[in-house]
C-alpha cells in the first residue's frame, strides 16, 4: 500500500472515532445527516483521486465529508468498508478492523 493511503488511513483512524462520538451524543445529528450522506457519496465517487493527489482548498473539504460518511455508515448493520479497513459501530463503540484480503 501506498504511503499517502497509510497516511489516509491513520488519519481516518483518528478522524472517525471522532464523528462517531458527535453522533452518539446527539443523535438528532445523525437524523439531520442522513439527507446529506448520498450527497457526499457522489461527490466522493468522482473526486476520490483529490484524497489521495492533494489538492490545495480540496482535499481538506473532502476528507472532512469522507469521515462523515465513513462515521455515519459505521452505524448500519456490518459497517462500512474502505481502503482495506472495516468500521463498524457495535454495542455503541467504534470497532476499525483490518480486512483480509481474499
Known amino acids: 500500500m501506498s504511503i499517502s493511503r497509510e497516511l489516509l488511513n491513520m488519519s481516518l483512524a483518528m478522524a472517525v472515532p471522532l464523528e462517531v462520538s458527535g453522533y452518539l451524543e446527539d443523535k438528532d445529528q445523525w437524523e439531520a445527516d442522513t439527507e446529506i450522506i448520498r450527497d457526499i457519496g457522489q461527490v466522493l465517487a468522482c473526486q476520490s483521486d483529490e484524497l489521495i493527489y492533494k489538492q ?3 482535499t481538506s473539504k473532502l476528507f472532512c465529508k469522507l469521515t ?6 459505521s452505524f448500519q448493520p456490518g459497517g462500512i468498508q474502505f481502503n482495506g479497513y472495516r468500521y463498524e459501530v457495535v454495542a455503541n463503540k467504534l470497532q476499525i478492523l483490518a480486512v483480509e484480503k481474499t
Do not use: E
Not at 462523515?68 to 455508515?73: G, P, Q
Open 56 to 58: 490545495p482548498g480540496v
Open 68 to 73: 462523515k460518511a465513513l462515521a455515519w455508515s
